[in-house]
């Protein structure tokens, strides 16, 4: 079985329990998937990207039509974030990936969530507002004291960002975090009261295939 998550920038892969990217723009003509037999089964948010990806598997299976999800969210609520959230019933769920999304789930429904810009697009605004802004992005902050150089300030601001508005939301509904994402390693000394899943997704999408059969 092959699964694939098609994001705005990679196709994410699993095959026989191996993880490995490749960029949208890149070519899927792999050695490794010649003459495979094994079902194939994705979900997407690129529809440039989907294209490409029926081109190479056109009996693959898209999951996004076999799930089920109460939320009350416009229907353009991404289905990475429908697979990742649908395993739990109550919780805070962050993605650390091109963008990170939170949502929250309460007994079994979505009530809804945020999107905010991802760590490497929030990277690349400061150096855009001023050349002088180049920095060196640090994870070792400490909130009690201001910081003293460039450095510092940016990553500092940054990390203040992400971390005070998820923590926010779960002062307000007080569920455990529930973190995955390839970013998300940075932040996680700054939280409590969480759980780093990190294939959330694809186990997801294995839990889904079991349900259809």
């Given amino acids: 079985m092959i699964l694939c998550d098609i994001g705005n920038s990679t196709f994410h892969f699993l095959y026989c329990e191996d993880e490995f990217k490749i960029g949208v723009d890149e070519s899927l003509e792999l050695e490794l998937f010649n003459n495979i037999d094994d079902e194939v089964y994705f979900i997407s948010v690129n529809e440039k990207a989907t294209t490409v ?6 009996k693959s299976i898209n999951l996004r039509d076999k799930v089920k999800f109460d939320t009350q969210y416009a229907s353009t609520l991404g289905i990475d974030r429908i697979v990742a959230c649908r395993l739990f019933e109550d919780g805070i769920i ?20 945020f999107i905010m810009p991802g760590v490497d697009s929030l990277k690349m605004i400061y150096p855009q507002i001023s050349s002088k802004l180049q920095f060196e992005f640090k994870t070792n902050n400490d909130f009690d ?4 150089n460039t450095d510092e300030a940016i990553s500092f601001a940054i990390i203040k960002m992400v ?49 259809i059969g």
Wanted: no cysteine; hydrophobic share 35%.
């Fill in 53 to 58: 990806f029926l081109d190479k598997f056109p």
């Fill in 163 to 211: 971390t005070a508005s998820i923590e926010d939301i779960q002062r307000k509904y007080n569920h455990k975090l529930i973190i995955t994402g390839e970013t998300a390693k940075p932040f996680l000394p700054y939280f409590k009261n969480y759980e780093f899943k990190e294939r959330l997704v694809f186990t997801s999408m294995k839990k889904i295939i079991e349900e």
């Fill in 145 to 148: 004291k201001l910081p003293q």
């Fill in 94 to 113: 962050v993605d650390f990936g091109s963008a990170i999304t939170v949502d929250v789930m309460e007994n079994k429904k979505h009530l809804g969530g």
